[in-house]
């Protein structure tokens, strides 16, 4: 049965109808077929060689005082090198600031009544802060820790100081009377770090798709059936220009 | 609020999922009139069924896209009885689905026949073990049906979703580079296996240097193109890496909003009802009968009352449970004294698993699907003697590859630095060269595991939450420490530069880690009223005209994914009702 179908001229092709969607789905999309594979039409250029940067500017959640301790903290976790541009310039302060002002940081989705109790690590969050509240009042203690340590903010201190800190505050050595800045470190910051590195540059961080390029994730789309076995336990062709969303729209 | 009573139907199902599409198919072929009430929409238009939104990681993944909406409705939790539940405010253990097609839109597409044994587990053990092999606190049970009355179903079942897969046991014959422990069937799985990852040929050589017989694990992606018996159709899978927590743009992974919904909406008598979340069943206690469905229409916010001569509960596990509990429908299950029945029996999966690096290997993890997995079963269930290891139960060890999507996706070797330069070398040099083994492993039910209704918290509708008294015990731990020291041999002999250390499963139950979305237990069947809540025709033993089917209605979880029992037992009981509406009666 299952031979038969495989070789029925009008059974349907998943990777024919993978083409027409992409080909046929938005107008001008940078799309050729080259020897039955989809492969986009080159971004252009940047008109000098260099790293692609951050061209977006101006927060939306954060205020002053909370950007100098994002960029600051952001640079120190991913510091500029032969990976990547620094972290302001790889767009994950932009990523976190537009995350925390929409939906994630509203904390649509999430269970928001009360009564509320102190709860095990294993019942996740049981704050009646949004995320985006959350991470604020936790720069705001960080910070003070910071200038009770050091006698200077988190935003002062040289980029070796600084990443002490982030591990104190990693492991939780910097205390706090009510805010546990362990777990806001580890389960609300960190997850937004990685996710700024490696989520579409759609939403701003990853910029020029630096992350995926450093890795070899070749992002979409994905027509793998004939790779699968060509290039089993090859390097992938392509796997290092990866495509976001935005290539396609 | 004053309720409209609408027209009577025929069968009224709660939840426009998987088992939902697979009764419906049964009934509508006779001619039976039918009304699904499925509380979301419909994603076939939406961005995440085309591309290029589809292959978003952070939307449809991290942030759970398709995922059931914890503002509207959550789980408590407590690990023991002395304890106040708490709600999980957002949980990432187990994801159900919201909309038709439910959970089985984003699904994997792993589809398993359980063992032949795993329906008479109590009766398999005590001849194997002896009545105090099994531990008091353990009310295992048996099912009060067969694998071999199911077997027909499980066939079916199959064709109509297209499985790719090698058979192991065909009538009784074993067949080379099956499964050996898998349950007799008929005949070949309807497709080939999917082409084996880098990752399953290192597993596969690695577990055969120890002896052991792996396997592909069976696919709802479709190797190649296929026509079901209904003729209905499926791509051929393009190994993307985003299938689990995805719907497929390609229709290439076997679902019910593909292969069964489109079907249904163009046969007579077939309505679906979307944006309609069920608030209650009505009950005759007397009478012993449902007599409707109470819903609100979403897109109106007004309420009303549905009547029926059946009705099938059909949503996720917790809902089924929830409903009876809310409309007093059979007795809750007291873990003080054993007695009553609905709530009991909560089990879970037991998984874990180690990374393993490799130098000089490509493993390129993003091109899978999400059942490119080889498959071991000789630790699994009651495959191996369990004399003197001091548990019940076991699991299927496995190479998982499913995808290389980068916010999830990346292994680094233990020690690495979790930022600066280091740690981009390391996801520079590892990402490409790394894999996973795991296990997937049987939960069998505790005393104090079951569900009732949470006393203090309430979703958007003003209704009780269902609380999950659930810990892993003693028996889960044991074996997941022993199959965890049997993946770590397997990993010793893989030639790996660096593998991770077994982490085991350990207690207490983690809402912040996803294991699986298998949660089983609640409205379980069996041959005995005392301590069953469904007949093994999963009709309710104090409510004729209502079925129940999904793994609510499991009496233990084994060490597979429930999806082809529950799919048979959604087939066999879309047969059932048929022939109860014909002439009703306890079947």
Redesign the interface.
């Given at each position: 049965?299952?031979e038969k179908?495989?070789e029925?001229p009008d059974?349907?092709?998943?990777?024919r109808?993978?083409l027409k969607?992409?080909i046929g789905?938005a107008s001008a999309l940078p799309f050729a077929v080259v020897g039955g594979t989809a492969v986009a039409a080159p971004a252009p250029a940047p008109a000098a060689a260099g790293p692609v940067v951050n061209q977006v500017f101006g927060y939306t959640s954060f205020s002053p005082a909370e950007a100098a301790f994002v960029e600051t903290m952001v640079n120190?976790?991913?510091?500029a090198?032969?990976?990547?541009p620094n972290g302001v310039d790889a767009g994950l302060a932009i990523y976190i600031d537009r995350q925390l002002a929409g939906?994630?940081g509203k904390?649509?989705?999430?269970?928001?009544?009360g009564?509320w109790?102190e709860?095990?690590?294993?019942?996740?969050?049981?704050l009646p802060l949004t995320p985006e509240q959350h991470f604020k009042a936790g720069i705001e203690a960080a910070n003070a820790a910071c200038v009770h340590q050091h006698g200077k903010g988190f935003d002062q201190l040289s980029p070796v100081d600084g990443?002490a800190f982030?591990n104190d505050l990693?492991n939780g050595k910097v205390k706090n009377d009510s805010l546990s800045l362990g777990t806001w470190f580890n389960?609300l910051v960190?997850p937004l770090?990685?996710?700024a590195c490696?989520?579409?540059p759609?939403?701003g961080g990853n910029v020029g798709k630096v992350?995926?390029k450093?890795?070899?994730?070749?992002?979409?789309?994905?027509?793998?059936?004939i790779?699968?076995?060509q290039?089993?336990?090859?390097?992938?062709p392509g796997?290092l220009d990866p495509k976001s969303?935005s290539?396609?729209? | 609020m004053t309720a409209t009573t609408l027209n009577k139907r025929t069968v009224v199902i709660v939840g426009g999922g998987l088992t939902a599409g697979l009764a419906a198919r049964q009934l509508t072929a006779k001619g039976i009139d039918v009304l699904v009430l499925e509380r979301g929409g419909d994603h076939t238009d939406g961005a995440e069924a085309?591309?290029?939104?589809q292959?978003?990681?952070?939307r449809w993944d991290?942030?759970?896209g398709l995922v059931q909406?914890?503002?509207v409705q959550?789980y408590t939790?407590r690990?023991k009885t002395s304890e106040?539940a708490?709600?999980?405010?957002?949980?990432?253990a187990f994801l159900p689905g919201e909309g038709m097609g439910g959970a089985a839109n984003h699904w994997n597409g792993h589809t398993w026949r359980w063992a032949e044994y795993d329906m008479q587990l109590r009766t398999r053990h005590e001849e194997r073990y002896g009545k105090k092999g099994i531990p008091a606190d353990m009310p295992l049970q048996d099912w009060g049906v067969t694998y071999k009355e199911m077997e027909p179903y499980h066939h079916l079942f199959e064709k109509l979703f297209?499985l790719s897969g090698k058979a192991g046991n065909i009538n009784g014959q074993l067949q080379l580079g099956g499964n050996p422990f898998e349950a007799p069937r008929r005949d070949e799985?309807?497709?080939?296996p999917l082409?084996?990852?880098?990752a399953g040929?290192i597993f596969k050589g690695a577990a055969e240097k120890l002896g052991y017989k792996p396997f592909p694990t069976p696919a709802a992606n479709?190797s190649?193109?296929?026509?079901n018996p209904d003729g209905q159709?499926?791509?051929?899978?393009?190994?993307?890496?985003?299938c689990e927590r995805f719907i497929c743009?390609?229709?290439?992974k076997a679902s019910p909003e593909v292969l069964l919904y489109p079907m249904l909406k163009a046969r007579k008598g077939f309505e679906i009802r979307l944006r309609a979340h069920v608030l209650g069943l009505e009950y005759d206690a007397k009478g012993k009968r449902v007599t409707g469905v109470r819903f609100v229409d979403l897109l109106t916010g007004r309420e009303y009352l549905q009547p029926a001569d059946v009705v099938m509960l059909g949503a996720f596990t917790m809902s089924n449970t929830k409903l009876l509990l809310m409309a007093k429908i059979g007795k809750p299950y007291d873990p003080k004294t054993g007695h009553g029945v609905v709530g009991k029996n909560f089990c879970y999966q037991v998984n874990s698993g180690i990374n393993l690096f490799f130098k000089n290997?490509?493993l390129?993890p993003?091109?899978a699907t999400g059942s490119t997995q080889m498959y071991l079963d000789e630790f699994n269930n009651d495959n191996f003697d369990h004399n003197g290891v001091g548990f019940l139960g076991g699991a299927g060890i496995n190479a998982s590859m499913f995808h290389?999507r980068?916010?999830g996706g990346?292994r680094l070797p233990p020690g690495t630095p979790?930022?600066?330069?280091e740690w981009?070398?390391a996801?520079?040099q590892w990402?490409?060269h790394s894999m996973s083994m795991g296990m997937q492993g049987s939960c069998y039910p505790h005393r104090e595991n079951y569900i009732d209704l949470d006393p203090?918290?309430?979703d958007n509708y003003g209704q009780p939450l269902v609380r999950m008294n659930f810990d892993w015990r003693d028996n889960e731990v044991n074996m997941s420490r022993f199959v965890a020291n049997k993946i770590a041999e397997i990993g010793k002999v893989s030639g790996a530069d660096i593998v991770s250390p077994a982490g085991p499963r350990t207690a207490?139950?983690?809402?912040?880690q996803y294991q699986s979305t298998h949660i089983t237990g609640g409205t379980i069947m069996g041959k005995d009223p005392a301590t069953s809540v469904v007949s093994p025709h999963l009709q309710h033993w104090d409510a004729q005209n209502l079925f129940i089917v999904g793994a609510s209605v499991f009496a233990h979880n084994s060490g597979y994914n429930p999806t082809g029992p529950l799919a048979a037992l959604a087939l066999r009981v879309g047969d059932d009702i048929a022939s109860y509406v014909e002439r009703p009666r306890m079947l």
């Open positions: 049965m299952n179908n495989s029925t059974a349907p092709d998943a990777r109808g993978f969607q992409v789905g120190i976790m991913c510091p090198d032969e990976f990547s939906e994630y904390g649509v989705k999430r269970y928001m009544r009564p109790m709860g095990k690590p294993q019942h996740g969050p049981q990443n982030l990693a389960e960190y770090f990685q996710q490696f989520a579409d759609i939403y992350f995926w450093m890795i070899g994730y070749p992002g979409l789309p994905a027509t793998n059936t790779n699968m076995v290039y089993r336990g090859k390097q992938v796997s969303i290539d396609f729209s | 085309h591309l290029p939104n292959r978003d990681e952070l991290t942030r759970q909406d914890w503002s959550t939790l690990h106040t708490l709600p999980v405010r957002w949980m990432e297209g799985y309807p497709q080939k082409e084996m990852t880098e040929i479709s190649g193109p296929y026509t159709q499926l791509g051929k899978c393009q190994y993307c890496g985003h743009e390609a229709k290439a290997r490509w390129n993003f091109m290389g980068p916010i990346r979790r930022w600066g330069t981009k070398r996801n520079a990402y490409a203090t918290y309430t207490p139950f983690d809402t912040r």
